[in-house]
């Protein structure tokens, strides 16, 4: 079978190379992570172009399904797969990681609801780890930041006191208590990734009663078919392969 997988995270370069080399996988990674580390199989880096440019894709390359292993605030390139997908009718499956349990954070909408919630705290000392597009929505904030991102946000987009982290998981739990300490961080701001690489953060900011504010995912499209695991997203591409 020849699948398209939408990458970048570290359940796509595990799913890669479970179904590399019975099954002709190509791994579609946005472009933009400088040095990202590479799964098995080939490797496209990129765009599409939109619905209407992946549909084209499928079709020339001539795709017999369709793997979203991107990340959980990939919505664009999510919805677009997913329309892509039920127009041509290709097989199509989200693997999502389950989220992080959430009972004990303060909820928020957007990065510009979080901005909104750290001023109304008052909290003066922020962790901020929304990646480096989350940074414009606080940049006009009276506090200080330590901003821990993969690559360096724009300096435009940054707020006035600040320090910044370039940094890629996977951490540990004494190295985040660590941070947190060192910086007397008094709020922790993420957005609901899931996944073991990064949730040591959690840990550690709950184990010194530090407050978190926590970005909801964004909606799946509707009807999409979608697993949690690895072994369920490989099980189904042979469910595929032998229909």
Not at 41 to 64: A, K, M, N, S
Not at 67 to 86: E, G, L, M, S, W
Not at 115 to 144: I, M
Not at 220 to 239: N, S
Request: hydrophobic share 45%; proline share 7%.
């Amino acid at each position: 079978m020849r699948i398209l997988l939408l990458g970048g995270t570290s359940e796509a370069r595990a799913l890669a190379a479970r179904l590399h080399p019975d099954d002709e996988v190509i791994s579609s990674l946005a472009g933009r992570v400088p040095d990202p580390a590479l799964p098995a199989g080939q490797v496209r880096i990129g765009g599409f172009g939109g619905v209407d440019g992946l549909q084209d894709w499928l079709r020339e390359t001539v795709v017999d399904a369709v793997v979203d292993a991107t990340h959980p605030f990939a919505a664009t390139i999510t919805a677009n797969a997913a329309a892509a997908c039920q127009e041509l009718g290709v097989p199509h499956l989200l693997l999502a990681r389950p989220a992080w349990p959430s009972a004990d954070a303060i909820m928020v909408t957007s990065d510009v609801h979080a901005a909104e919630v750290v001023a109304e705290q008052g909290f003066s000392r922020v962790f901020l780890t929304t990646g480096r597009t989350g940074t414009a929505a606080f940049k006009d904030a009276d506090a200080w930041f330590l901003i821990r991102a993969v690559t360096a946000p724009d300096a435009a987009a940054l707020p006035a006191q600040h320090q910044i982290l370039l940094s890629r998981g996977p951490y540990r739990y004494e190295g985040e208590l660590e941070l947190l300490r060192e910086h007397r961080i008094d709020v922790l701001v993420t957005k609901n990734s899931g996944g073991a690489m990064t949730r040591p953060k959690l840990d550690a900011a709950a184990a010194l009663s530090i407050p978190v504010v926590m970005v909801e995912r964004p909606a799946l499209p509707p009807g999409v078919r979608t697993v949690t695991t690895v072994d369920d997203a490989v099980a189904w591409v042979r469910t595929i392969g032998r229909s």
